[in-house]
Structure formats: structure tokens, C-alpha cells
């Protein structure tokens, strides 16, 4: 869990449920928002224009962001480290 000043998280427009992508890069912290994918799926029947598609389409930018991510640092990802 990171605490984020109230203005900085209104400059991100990053809200709770949402998931903060860290990179450090020539000395500065990089955040990048990713917004919360479960609230998709809230509501889905709701919803005509979200599709299997779209939820399958973020659900794979995800993973590859996270297996990127680890990489990056040299950290297995959970992917290879649960053995699925």
C-alpha cells in the first residue's frame, strides 16, 4: 500500500483500487497509474460496450506489464514462480 499526497493523486487522477507503476530513471521516481481493473468488471451486465475482449485485452496488458516490470529489477514474477 503507498500513501500519496492528496494533490499529486488528484494530478494522476489515480484513485483507491488503482495500481501504481514505479520506475526510477537518471535519479527521479516515475509513477505511472493503472486504473483498477476489477471496477470493469463491477456492474458488467450493466455495461454494452465492455466486452470479453476488452476485459481479456487488459487482463493480458497487465501480466505483461508486471512480467516487464520484474524483469526490469530482476525479480521473478509470480507467473513463473507459482509454477503456472
Known amino acids: 500500500m503507498t500513501t500519496i499526497l492528496l494533490r499529486i493523486k488528484e494530478k494522476l487522477g489515480a484513485e483507491e483500487g488503482d495500481f501504481l507503476e514505479w ?7 516515475i509513477v505511472r497509474v493503472i486504473k483498477n481493473p476489477y471496477r470493469l468488471l463491477r456492474g458488467k451486465y450493466k455495461d454494452p460496450e465492455l466486452t470479453y475482449e476488452k476485459v481479456e485485452g487488459l487482463a493480458d496488458r ?8 520484474n524483469s526490469r529489477t530482476g525479480h521473478v514474477d509470480s507467473v513463473r514462480k507459482s509454477g503456472r
Open 23 to 29: 520506475e526510477v530513471k537518471e535519479g527521479y521516481a
Open 62 to 69: 497487465l501480466l505483461e506489464e508486471e512480467i516487464d516490470a
